[in-house]
């Protein structure tokens, strides 16, 4: 599998460092400064309940998303001193999966790869082990507007993947597929670290998040509340229990809605 | 349930009003006032027709009710996405009977706009040619059957091709179709002037036959029954009402027994019904590309123009445009050699399409900005699609005025000279499009829809501002030819090479300050073409 081969040895001590990121916009703030180092070689996981500020990290982490401070280093270098650099070493798969809708599957891997100085021959082999792998290879040829959710996710994931980077950052990358397509993500991911790779995911399945990553980060309100390996962060519980716990769940509402059940139609 | 589903319909255009932009408000109220002169038009029209014109008179009034229900058939069909009342796929999940949602949605298409202004033209049908008396309820019947069968039969047909229309294809076709539209209404008008100013009577009686046709059809049936209602001819307008009456009733279960279908017959996946794109740029244009970033983004802008919808009308308007424009120059010469020489406005207009070259891309062009690629070599990939796209264009329509006017000598001169407006233009724009950059919506029910960067109206000047740029930077080269073309032919040999290394000095101008400003902006030219979703 050439698609996925382990990058060269590391330099930097760490994958990613995150020292005092910031992001307001206007008078909320996003992210409330963070201060993060990811070993080489993890799968780290980051979690948190909708609006923590994980999308605007991973977007001012990977230079997508100027930060109001803050350094942000990749595999040693810093992101937004020289991003060309620091993106080269980076593959990213956004949230919102914002796709060339008019590029067929295999149009929009070529373009990729070309975009990032690859040469032909190589993208070309690369492009077609991935659809194979990802089981697009049929729809290769059909565009992107037409495909569904799940086979959005990836063939983004594909493009993310093509140049081999040494950190993968992915967002919420197992939602909206199917178990078998997301074991083989899982299967390709985990090979993916034991070369030496960094794997970066935000998610809302904890079970996935705890079967899956050595470290995780629960966010809340823009702050990172709790960071470190699985096994301390949940401490004895699931994960799904800390993090609610960290979080601060609402009430079940079983009085407000009282009438549900009732069936009166 | 009806009342309800009137509501719907009412709520929808009263929250079209509120909701959107103002652009989209104006287009509403222009909507409407559009609608204003044709009812008011085709109630004069029916209503004066019976006694200026009393021969021909009743077979005009056939022609106006066919054209009408073809009217009806038509438009909600370009206009599918745009009207959610519309798609009956929306009401699926509500626990309602074909009957009741028949009868609601009936008496949904019977408020807005269009019907309003339909009943208005056909009122004066009544006022034209009812008599006093009894003939008088005949002909406010047929009025009405007619109204029933353009609602009805509209209804009908958009249901059975519901699934069809709601395809991507179809969308696409459509925002082709309406954008297109107006030009082809004008060119009709235009059209039919010319042959009423050769109509004579003999021509009229050729009409005949058609009218003995369209006097069967469903509304023709209708319009003969007014006819013979307002002629006292009562029965055989009570036989043609009742036919025509019949037929609405058919078209009627026809519409039920596709509503019932579409409520409760799985649809196909998306998958299943899209076809595999062609692969012409791969095929004719990608070999003579860089096999690099450069081409990889030129090979992209040209797949682009032949795929998306609105980047496709925006071409297609500007060549359009300059075609037109092309005529009328020809008009004071058809023989004029020099003549070759205009087809340069198709160059000017269609490199205008640069001046949001980013905003086609919309949020996707996070790709590029995450794959930390050199923005000049970007621009230049664009730069390069717009320059094949535009010199394409310019070279058929050069050698078509050349057929025509034996300039074949001005074709080289009309190339060059290409090359050196383009290559300006495309400089003006890779600073104006890094500059002010707006995203444009992949698909959309309203085809001038900017996506809210709240800047319009300054995005609208910048772009003023850039098309008088360039006309001024573009002066002596337009100096040059007019002279060479009027005064001093020898001239047009130098202006060629002269044009193209003006252009592409200012070009790589224009280029290095796109570039060196798009190199430390990439994330703000990424949010400015994304969307903000609501907090």
Redesign the interface.
Known sequence: MTAASPPQADRSPTALTVRGLRKAFGPKVAVAGIDLDIPHGCFFGLVGPNGAGKTTTLGMVTGLLRPDAGQVLVDGIEVWRDPAAAKRRIGVLPEDLRLFERLTGAELLTYNGLLRGMPPPTVEERAHELLDVLGLADAAGTLVVDYSHGMRKKIALGAALLHAPRVLFLDEPFEAIDPVSARTIRGLLERYTEGGATVVFSSHVMELVERLCDRVGIMRLGRLIAEGPTERVRAGRSLEDAFVELVGAGGTAREELGWLGTSSA | MAGHLVRLKLALLRNGLRRSQWQQQLGLVLGALGGLPLAAGGFLLLALLPRAEPRFGPLLVQVVFVALFLGWLLFPLLSFGGDTSLDPARLVLL?LRPGELMSGLFLAGCVGIAPLCTLAALAGGVVGFAPVGPGLALAVAAVLVQFALCVVGSRALLTVLSRQLRS?RARDLGILLVSLAGLTVSLAVQVGARMAERFERQDVEALRAIGRVAGWLPPGLAARALVDAGRGRLLAATGELLLAALVVLLLGWWWWRSLDRVLTTAEP???A?????A?LVRRLVRPFLP???R???A??EL??LA??PRLRVSWLTSGLLSLALVVLVALNDWNHPALVLSALVMVFLVGQNSLNQFGW????Y?????????PRGDLVGRNLAAMLAGLGGTAVLAVALAAVTGGWRYVPVALFVAVGVLAVVLGVCDVVSVRFPYPVP?VTSNLWAVEGTGQGCLVGLMQMVAFAVQGALLLPVFTLVGVGVFVWRPLLAITCPVAVLYGLVLWRVGLGMGARWLRDH???L??AL?PRRA?
């Open positions: 626990p991507r996946p998306a998958m019904r899209s076809r595999q794109a692969g096999a690099d970033q081409g990889a983004v090979a992209k797949r682009y795929r998306h891309d919309g949020p996707a996070w790709a590029n900005a995450a794959a930390g690629a050199d992949e990439q994330p703000e990424l949010t994304t907090a």
